[in-house]
């Protein structure tokens, strides 16, 4: 079976090779290298960029009476 085979549909190899370093710091302690975790933090900087440009920055006093319905559900 080749790669491409194996791997998911329009995910990019170099977040899957990231994934699999996180888990294995995860499940056995593996040091991920500073290299992929300059990848993830890029990455998950530009992902929260984006949420905060398509859906806004919620305020504290918003964000609370969101929990506070989730309790009263």
């Not at 899957?16 to 990455?43: F, H, N, W, Y």
Request: glycine share 4%; aromatic share 2%.
């Amino acid at each position: 079976m080749s790669a491409a085979e194996t791997q998911p549909a329009g995910i990019d190899p170099q977040v899957l090779a990231d994934l699999d370093a996180v888990m294995k710091r995860i499940i056995d302690g593996t040091p991920v290298d500073p290299e992929t975790s300059r990848r993830i933090e890029q990455r998950a900087d530009r992902i929260t960029e984006e949420i905060r440009r398509s859906r806004g920055v919620m305020d504290d006093e918003r964000f609370r009476a969101l929990l506070r319905d989730d309790d009263d559900a």
